[in-house]
């Protein structure tokens, strides 16, 4: 991705103090990796967004029709009609401190270019995540956080809460750096 298209989407939404989060809750639709129920429904989110929308600004960077299930959450930005391709996907990661995700290409990406990026795994999840519950071997930057049970994302989410308090914490300015 150029600095310049970098650039170009920090001086048009992201020049702000306040961490910035993107998320991200829905997989592809199509092929053999639904099998694995790795979208959850947005309203996982609410738990972070009450504690953290006054701290943090988020950004859905989804880019499928569930974009739209964000519209309910007014301090989420909906990202969806400024991603035009995986270049402008890329250019609003590295403008992001953090990013949280479902098993989805935004989380490959955001590894690739060193984006620190919490993924929320179903319990059971694909071959490539080993059994790990915390770091994968493919991205530095990527911390995994796995149900402990089917179909129970509270308990990813609830391990992500504690994360971001710890972070948060640790750095009480609103220069937090995921």
């Avoid at 909906?78 to 989380?107: F, G, H, R, W």
């Avoid at 990527?142 to 402990?148: A, C, N």
């Amino acid at each position: 991705v150029s600095d310049e298209l970098i650039n170009n989407f920090k001086l048009k939404f992201f020049d702000i103090r306040k961490p910035k989060i993107a998320i991200n809750w829905h997989g592809n639709r199509e092929g053999t990796r639904t099998f694995f129920n790795r979208s959850m429904p947005v309203e996982k989110f609410e738990p972070i967004f009450e504690k953290y929308k006054d701290k943090a600004d988020f950004y859905s960077i989804q880019k499928d029709d569930s974009h739209t299930d964000c519209q309910k959450y007014s301090f989420v930005s909906d990202m969806y009609d400024d991603i035009k391709n995986y270049e402008d996907t890329a250019a609003i990661l590295k403008n992001m401190d953090l990013l949280i995700s479902i098993d989805s290409s935004p989380v490959h990406m955001a590894g690739a270019l060193g984006v620190k990026t919490y993924m929320i795994l179903p319990y059971t999840n694909e071959w490539r995540w080993f059994v790990d519950d915390k770091k994968t071997i493919w991205y530095d930057s990527v911390d995994i956080f796995r149900q402990k049970n089917e179909g129970n994302w509270q308990s990813a989410v609830d391990k992500i809460l504690d994360k971001m308090d710890e972070l948060f914490e640790s750095n009480p300015t609103t220069e937090a750096n995921p």
